[in-house]
Each structure stands twice: as C-alpha cells, then as structure tokens.
C-alpha cells in the first residue's frame, strides 16, 4: 500500500511562501500522478494541482494559478507545490494524493492513496 507524507505547512503572513513536500517511502513516485488537494474548515475538498508521471503535464486550479507551482524531483522521490502570494483564503489542509495513471485530474475520486494533510495557516 502507498503511503504518503506531507510536510512543510505551517502559519505565515499574508503575501508570503511556503513550500509542501509529498514524499514516500518503498515506493517511487514516478510512477504516479500526484495531486494536490486542499480543505478549509465547512467547506468541501478543492483540487489544486497535479502533475503527471513526467513532469510534463499539470494543470492548476484557476484559484491559484500563477501562485503556485508544482513539481517533481524524481532523485528525491518528492513532488513540491511551491505557494507564493499566500493568502487568507489559502488556508487549509493539504492533501497529496496518488494515482496509477498518465495523466490526472482536480477531482479526488481520480486517485487511490492519500497522505495525512499538512495545515497551512495564511494570517497576520
């Protein structure tokens, strides 16, 4: 069974950075399309992002488009979502999610394995 590890949230000012990881052990991550998903309290669970087995595919929710990034380091065995421009209303939980396939999609039900979420928490 796939398991996955977040880490790297934490509270920070509005406009600031943060970087989560996604990592596994026994298992490489290239093998998988990795997803990103978020959930603030009351409200229901929202893709962010995903990237593909290469690398060579993501897709961004328009909600953080041109904000964050999402990438890969296969020597890792980690993918990132780089978060800049922080904002309030970024603040949730942040799930990785894995599937076996080529390419991914914003809806959670496209993935098989989730990590534990990391809380990322945007206020002054």
């Known amino acids: 069974q796939l398991q996955l590890v977040e880490s790297g949230g934490g509270l920070v000012q509005p406009g600031r950075s943060l970087r989560l990881s996604c990592a596994s052990s026994?298992?490489?991550?290239?093998?998988?399309?990795i997803g990103w998903f978020r959930q603030a309290p009351g409200k229901e669970r929202e893709g962010v992002s995903w990237i593909s087995r290469s690398g060579g595919a993501t897709e961004y929710a328009d909600s953080v488009k041109g904000r964050f990034t999402i990438s890969r380091d296969i020597a890792k065995n980690t993918v990132y979502l780089q978060m800049n421009s922080l904002k309030p209303e970024d603040t949730a939980v942040y799930y990785c999610?894995?599937?076996?396939?080529?390419?991914?999609?914003?809806?959670?039900?496209?993935?098989?394995?989730w990590g534990q979420g990391t809380q990322v928490t945007v206020s002054s």
């Open positions: 999610a894995a599937a076996r396939s080529w390419s991914g999609s914003l809806v959670g039900a496209w993935y098989d394995s």
């Open positions: 026994g298992f490489t991550l290239d093998q998988y399309t």
